[in-house]
């Protein structure tokens, strides 16, 4: 059974920093790609960062670009999304994602809150 189990939201102030994981289990976590999606209130779920099967291959949203970095450790299951200089347009809950066979699997989602 596959599961993703986020954790590291919370408040901060706007240029703040806050360091998000994203425990996997269930599944060979060293053979599928990761990402992190965002939902702000009253929008839709958009994707904020990819990472591929080694920390080489990465994608970014032009909204976060130069700003987060996400990363994977393939030893611990776990991907981790570094989001420094936050605004206040950041603020969202924050899902975990894998795409395996067909399907998407979501963690339950943390929230981040970036105000002063």
């Known amino acids: 059974q596959v599961q993703l189990v986020e954790s590291g939201g919370g408040l901060v102030q706007p240029g703040g920093s806050l360091r998000l994981s994203c425990a996997a289990s269930g599944f060979t976590f060293n053979q599928y790609g990761m990402a992190w999606f965002r939902q702000a209130p009253g929008k839709g779920r958009d994707a904020v960062a990819a990472i591929g099967l080694k920390n080489s291959v990465t994608y970014y949203a032009v909204s976060v670009k130069g700003r987060f970095t996400i990363s994977r450790d393939n030893a611990k299951n776990t991907v981790y999304l570094e989001m420094n200089n936050l605004k206040p347009e950041d603020t969202a809950v924050y899902y975990c994602?894998?795409?395996?066979?067909?399907?998407?699997?979501w963690g339950q989602g943390t929230q981040v809150t970036v105000s002063s």
């Open positions: 994602n894998s795409h395996m066979d067909g399907s998407d699997y």
